[in-house]
């Protein structure tokens, strides 16, 4: 017996060594020279040492049409199971190249969904490794079914776990809808790609002669579609950053982010913060300096960095604790809202009010872009996100104004009137229906037309109105701003308002959901 256990023992082994090979050393070695890592050897990079445990090692895929029964090969093309990411739990899937480029078939797709349904029902974050042709294009609509049976559990976990999608090689065509239902994408420069139609379905339909790099790279989607959250340099890099990214989020919607004790808070910043803005207000400044005299030492992790950058989001620590932040960026575009960044933010807040994660603003806004180009592509219906999203936020949500507040703009960026908790002003802030000019041009127009110096009286009349209106105690006065506050106390302002919001709750009206605007 104990002759036969060994044989069974070793043969056990032998499949194991045979699945891991995945499609031969040949292709494994081809996946190399690309500047590629294997399925496996992304999963190792991403976990914790030992921490991975597979499952689904031996399952082959069930089709006999155009030869395929002939090249059956374990685990089908994409390798899954569980491990642990900084002593936390996760599930995982990675596609395998190697294995018929790693094309989803009908029990590829099984294997993910059923990592899909453990994670959901663990409530445990999952991360999906993208490396794959699309769909199995020898079985047909099976195939596409199994995409389907992806994209359904993808939006029923949303806004319950986390879910990280990483773009490691090519994803086309119905893949691409996967990653897009996920949180964050992230993206490899020169090696990932990801478009609904290729380069010659292009030029063959629309007569556009376009690289896949160029079409749907790394660069292309974080900077012009804002599909791509994160680039990385490699495989390597961009597993790292994962990692990275995961520290900052929480298991799922009924948990916290974890709160790291150790912190480093440099207070030579205070000296500095006050600094910050030029003695011109129409002259830009780099908001990232505020927001770095504010949080805790080299802990920003910007989101969305190349795209619409007159916005910045992403996530940060106060004395180790979570929080999102949302800034207006008056060094692009003076920091105005438009149809890209409002998408951008909104999307952001909603990811963060999902996961219990605490909203921190920065606001410098002169108003919202004008123009044809802006009002024809739905202006009014992408500001309007920004603003249901903030709206709808349940989480604490505090608001610095650190120079403009014009405008509806004013209202959208988490404004006290749209339910932030705390609003804080720095005495620069100017806070008005719009800038002092435009103000007195319309309401003195007539007095300026009869002024015998029309140029001396637009100048007397725009500070007279300044002097009113562009400041913060006007608002302060109604209870719209709750204190003026110089900039050195930001950083003290805002830890103690998150501690003493830590415990809010608040419950949405009882519905199914809501319309956000589309």
Known sequence: MGNEMEEKNEKLLAKRAEAKLGGGEKRIEAQHKKGKLTARERIELLVDEDSFQELGMFVEHRSKDFGLDKQKIAGDGVVTGYGTIHGRPIYVFSQDFTVLGGSLSETHAEKICKIMDLALTSQTPLIGLNDSGGARIQEGVVSLAGYADIFYHNTRASGVIPQLSVVMGPCAGGAVYSPALTDFIFMVEDTSYMFVTGPN????????????????????????SGVNH????????????????????????????????????????????????????????????????????????????????????????????????????????????????????????????AFNIPLLTFEDVPGFLPGTDQEWNGIIAHGAKLLYAF????????????????????????????????????????????????????????????????????????????????????????????????????????????????????????????????
């Not at 910045?312 to 008056?330: H, L, M, S, Y």
């Not at 006290?416 to 000019?437: H, Q, R, T, Y």
């Not at 501690?499 to 959901?513: G, Q, S, V, Y």
Request: overall charge negative; aromatic content about 6%.
């Open 201 to 224: 379905v292009v030029k063959t339909v629309t007569h556009e002669e376009v690289t896949s790099e160029d079409l749907g790279g790394a660069k292309a989607h974080a900077e012009k």
């Open 391 to 518: 709206s709808e936020a349940t989480v604490p949500r505090i608001t610095i104004i650190t120079r403009k507040a014009y405008g509806g703009a004013f209202d959208v960026m988490n404004s006290k009137n749209i339910g932030a908790d705390l609003n804080f002003a720095w005495p620069s802030a100017e806070i008005a229906v719009m800038g002092a000019k435009g103000a007195a041009e319309i309401i003195f127009k007539r007095e300026i037309a009869a002024a015998g110096d029309p140029e001396a009286k637009l100048k007397e009349k725009e500070e007279e109105y300044g002097d009113m209106f562009a400041n913060p105690y006007r608002a302060a006065e109604r209870g719209i701003i709750d204190d003026v506050i110089k900039p050195a106390e930001t950083r003290a302002k805002v830890v103690a308002a998150f501690k003493m919001l830590e415990n809010k709750k608040e419950e949405l009206p009882p519905k199914k959901h809501g319309n956000i605007p589309m």
């Open 230 to 353: 994160f680039t990385s340099a490699n495989d390597v890099t961009v597993l790292k950053d994962v990692r990275d990214l995961m520290s900052y989020l929480p298991q799922n919607h009924n948990s916290t982010a974890p709160h790291t004790e150790a912190f480093d808070f440099d207070e030579k910043k205070l000296d500095t913060i006050a600094g910050i803005l030029p003695d011109n207000s129409n002259m830009p400044y780099d908001i990232r300096e505020a927001i770095d005299c504010v949080i805790d030492d080299n802990s920003f992790r910007e989101v969305h960095k190349d795209f619409a950058t007159n916005i910045v989001v992403g996530f940060a620590r106060v004395e180790g604790r979570t929080i999102g932040v949302v800034a207006n960026q008056p060094m692009s575009l003076a920091g105005v809202l438009d149809i890209d960044s409002s998408r951008k933010g909104a999307r952001f807040v909603r990811f963060c009010d």
